[in-house]
Nanobody, 119 residues
Framework: QVQLVESGGGLVHTGDSLTLSCAASGIVFSTSAQAWYRQASGKERELVARIGTGGIFDYGDSGKGRFTISRDNAKKLIYLQMDNLKPEDTAVYYC?????????????WGQGTQVTVSS
């Protein structure tokens, strides 16, 4: 059973940094892609950053320049380092995994963690 549990969200001020963590279980990192998405109120969910099965890093427009995704293979943790936060970064941030080891390539989501950036 795959479980993704995010942590690290909270209320910060403009210009602050914050690191989100996602504890993954039941998934093999080397045959899956891990990502962070976010969804602001009234908007669609969007890709922030992704690590592909080949270790290739991919950033959505929202994550380029200020956000860094990383992972700890041994601890099965996925991180999102967010620097110079802005009010427009306010959203629920979701951990996401796509399991390419299975024929159907199922996708899994965490429950989300709220990040609020005050001006």
């Amino acid at each position: 059973q795959v479980q993704l549990v995010e942590s690290g969200g909270g209320l910060v001020h403009t210009g602050d940094s914050l690191t989100l963590s996602c504890a993954a279980s039941g998934i093999v990192f080397s045959t899956s892609a891990q990502a962070w998405y976010r969804q602001a109120s009234g908007k669609e969910r969007e890709l922030v950053a992704r690590i592909g099965t080949g270790g290739i890093f991919d950033y959505g427009d929202s994550g380029k320049g200020r956000f860094t995704i990383s992972r700890d293979n041994a601890k099965k943790l996925i991180y999102l380092q967010m620097d110079n936060l802005k009010p427009e970064d306010t959203a629920v941030y979701y951990c996401h995994v796509k399991d390419w080891n299975r024929v159907t390539a199922p996708e899994y989501w965490g429950q989300g963690t709220q990040v609020t950036v005050s001006s």
